[in-house]
């Protein structure tokens, strides 16, 4: 079984930064796409970041220029480092990974088959 658990949500005042870490645990292997995802209150679970097991990276429009996603693979661990942070960014993190390198319809959340439990990010203004 796969297992991920995420870790480094807060509270943070506005312009503040936060780094969210999700640690795999399981049949994970490097070569498996990894990704973010955020749900606030009364909306949809939406996608924020995506890294392949090349470390080519995506990011919805939103939070590109202030997020970064990482990998480090021999710790079985991605990360989302979140800068410049907007009350518009409170929300549940979950981070999840599917086992395909090229995961066409990354930016839905149907497409992937593993998931944490996610970990509360609150911006105050």
């Known amino acids: 079984q796969v297992q991920l658990v995420e870790s480094g949500g807060g509270l943070v005042q506005a312009g503040g930064s936060l780094r969210l870490s999700c640690v795999a645990s399981g049949r994970i292997f490097s070569t498996w796409t990894m990704g973010w995802f955020r749900q606030a209150p009364g909306k949809e679970r939406e996608f924020v970041a995506r890294?392949?097991?090349?470390?080519?990276?995506y990011y919805t429009d939103s939070v590109n220029g202030r997020f970064t996603i990482s990998r480090d693979n021999a710790k079985n661990t991605v990360y989302l480092q979140m800068n410049s942070l907007e009350p518009e960014d409170t929300a549940v993190y979950f981070c999840a990974a599917d086992p395909a390198r090229y995961l066409a319809a990354y930016r839905n959340s149907d497409a992937w088959d593993y998931w944490g439990q996610g970990t509360q990010v609150t911006v105050s203004s």
């Open positions: 890294i392949s097991w090349n470390g080519n990276t």
